[in-house]
T-cell receptor, first 116, second 114 residues
Framework: EAQVTQNPRYLITVTGKKLTVTCSQNMNHEYMSWYRQDPGLGLRQIYYSMNVEVTDKGDVPEGYKVSRKEKRNFPLILESPSPNQTSLYFC???????????????FGPGTRLTVL | AQSVTQLGSHVSVSEGALVLLRCNYS??????LFWYVQYPNQGLQLLLKYTTGATLVKGINGFEAEFKKSETSFHLTKPSAHMSDAAEYFC????????????FGTGTRLKVLA
């Protein structure tokens, strides 16, 4: 089954304790992206990747890191989480980049992170 | 910079009534426009998209949207609401300026009244 998977689905942690949220897709997609969803703010893009070893900042990258060493995986790293990073996080992937734009994105089920 | 504005964070309609969710965008280049739906405790899934060609786009579950360049709008409609349509809807634009960003609106929560 074609899908985007995220782990863990739920995570409660404390301020300053490094964590990684994994994202994997089995559709051979080039484009992958991370978003956070907060009430009243919709989805905001954190980082995206156009291909292996190619990443760029979205609108809210502060406090986050990413890497794209393999096409299928795009982990999100919080090296020193803070309470304002408490949010619902989504990973997404896209089949291809059309011209200078991205195509339909397929979303993972989300990771609910709480930082105490 | 591109942006998306969704008018109305909450919309209520009666079952069987017309659904109209508004989306306006700003873009200096021809945009790719999308509507996504999010059911409770789930991820987002695509309803429909506009890239090029026909400006009236039909999607899943009876939804459609019309790209109006002169009005910079991409409103989502459905002739007759069903209880199962209750969800949050997001309009999004793909940045066509070469930065590959993807910009979402703040969402509209649709409530369907029996």
């Amino acid at each position: 089954e074609a899908q985007v998977t995220q782990n863990p689905r739920y995570l409660i942690t404390v301020t300053g304790k490094k964590l990684t949220v994994t994202c994997s897709q089995n559709m051979n997609h080039e484009y992958m992206s991370w978003y956070r969803q907060d009430p009243g703010l919709g989805l905001r893009q954190i980082y995206y990747s156009m291909n292996v070893e190619v990443t760029d900042k979205g609108d809210v990258p502060e406090g986050y890191k990413v890497s794209r060493k393999e096409k299928r995986n795009f982990p999100l790293i919080l090296e020193s989480p803070s309470p304002n990073q408490t949010s619902l996080y989504f990973c997404a992937s896209s089949l291809r980049i059309s011209g200078t734009s991205t195509d339909t994105q397929y979303f993972g089920p989300g990771t609910r992170l709480t930082v105490l | 910079a591109q942006s998306v504005t969704q008018l109305g964070s909450h919309v209520s309609v009666s079952e069987g009534a017309l659904v109209l969710l508004r989306c306006n965008y700003s873009s200096s280049v021809p945009p790719y426009l999308f509507w996504y739906v999010q059911y409770p405790n789930q991820g987002l899934q695509l309803l429909l998209k506009y890239t090029t060609g026909a400006t009236l786009v039909k999607g899943i579950n009876g939804f459609e949207a019309e790209f109006k360049k002169s009005e910079t709008s991409f409103h989502l409609t459905k002739p007759s609401a069903h209880m199962s349509d209750a969800a949050e809807y997001f309009c999004a634009v793909s940045d066509g300026s070469g930065t590959y960003k993807y910009i979402f609106g703040t969402g509209t929560r649709l409530k369907v009244l029996a």
